[in-house]
């Protein structure tokens, strides 16, 4: 251990600072004999100066338990010229306290001999500070044990339920899919034996009931698969413009159908995303601007590179637009945004299946409108390939 020098301190001031100071101050001299003791030491310990000048080791303030550490600090500071330690001392009424001691040797000028001052400070809150700190940490750990069991069981319980809504959502559709089949292939054999315009009529009204029914049950599975958290997204890289142009070009018989045009500004953008799922994101949106826009109107699909790695697609018509009341229920299950139409072509999920969909890529969707008449805007987000935008 590296044996630190000797401090040297002049008689007057160097009683005044033991007295004036802060922090308890006794001096040994090299005998071991108590020969200063300042007012801090005797106002933690209770004892009177008198009563601890002239003692030698060990002291009174100094339990008996506690003898041995005692002697080891002494030798120690004997031999290296410093301590620091924490030991226990003993007020005049017995009470036991914590005490932080820093000893280092200084030179009496009037001696012409080495004493031994000792700094203690009383550190009975700041151990009662730690207790309750430990005390709360462990509080803490134990609450947060607890918390994370029961976060496990209503996790394990929310899966099992979903598990057992997925699975009845399943069967049913399976139960309900498999007799719909043969009466949807069957209605079109049916309608060429019949000649008569009533029975026509009839049979036009249980195929399109039938039609919509199907369409009811296969949205209804889609949807229940995309809330599921099992479900897997095969993510690739896409070009956007090919891509919406491809989507473009396959339902040009819908367009023709309502007259409408359709504009394209979209720079060349890689995207990342599954593919078919993708598309049929872009077909619901545009079928959707389609059936909700009059003839001859336009729909217009732009994008742009937003900062957080994303771009944002925006699918603009002109049709019948939304209340704000309407947009706030546009992404709910079965919601129309216009019941009274009794559009046999909408099942109402196809908005919340959109949003599946671009939640399951990390992005987002939301509907703006200035108003009825006016138009409604579909704005989205799909992650970027790296941030990277095509030169």
């Known amino acids: 251990m590296q044996r630190r020098e000797t401090i040297v301190i002049p008689d007057e001031k160097y009683k005044s600072f033991i007295e004036n100071a802060g922090l308890a101050i006794i001096t040994l001299n090299c005998e071991g004999v108590h020969e200063k003791v300042n007012s801090a030491f005797c106002g933690i310990t209770g004892f009177e100066k008198h009563e601890i000048i002239g003692q030698k080791i060990p002291p009174v303030y100094w339990p008996k338990r506690f003898i041995k550490e005692l002697n080891e600090e002494i030798k120690r500071i004997q031999t290296s ?21 820093t000893g280092s040797t200084v030179f009496d ?76 292939n069957l209605l079109p054999v049916l ?27 296969l949205k209804t599975i889609q949807l229940a698969k995309l809330d599921s958290p099992n479900v897997v997204f095969n993510f690739e890289y896409l070009n956007l413009a090919d ?3 491809q989507i473009i ?17 979209i720079n060349e953008f890689i995207i990342r995303a599954d593919g078919l799922r993708f598309d049929e994101l872009i077909r619901n949106l545009i079928d959707n601007a389609v059936k909700y826009s009059q003839s001859g109107g336009k729909i217009t699909i732009e994008a742009k590179e937003k900062p957080s790695g994303f771009v944002q697609i925006k699918i603009i018509d002109q049709g019948i637009g939304m209340t704000q009341k309407q947009i706030s229920h546009v992404f709910e299950d079965f919601y129309k945004a ?13 908005m919340s299946i959109c949003k599946k969909i671009v939640e399951k890529h990390g992005g987002e969707i939301w509907v703006e409108s200035p108003g009825l008449d006016k138009g409604t805007i579909i704005l989205f987000t799909i992650p970027l390939k790296d941030d990277e935008k095509i030169e």
Do not use: W
């Open 109 to 184: 000028p009037n001696t012409c001999k080495k004493e031994y001052i000792l700094l203690i400070e009383d550190i009975t809150q700041t151990k009662e500070n730690e207790r309750e700190l430990r005390l709360t940490r462990d509080m803490l750990i134990s609450i947060n044990n607890k918390l994370e069991k029961k976060i496990k069981q209503r996790t394990e319980q929310v899966e099992s339920l979903i598990k057992q809504k997925d699975d009845f959502i399943n069967q049913l559709g399976h139960d309900l899919k498999n007799p719909l089949n043969p009466i949807v």
């Open 249 to 265: 070009e396959n339902m040009k018989i819908v367009f023709e159908n309502h007259n409408i045009k359709i504009e394209i500004k």
């Open 338 to 350: 216009d019941p009274s139409r009794h559009d046999f072509k909408s099942s109402g999920l196809g």
């Open 81 to 101: 010229g410093f301590i620091k330690t924490q030991s226990y001392l003993q007020r005049r009424n017995h009470d036991i306290f914590p005490a932080n001691i």
């Open 191 to 217: 309608e060429g034996k019949l000649i008569d315009d009533t029975s026509q009529e009839i049979i036009e009204v249980i195929k399109r009931n039938a039609k919509y029914m199907k369409d009811l049950v």
């Open 243 to 245: 891509t919406i142009q």
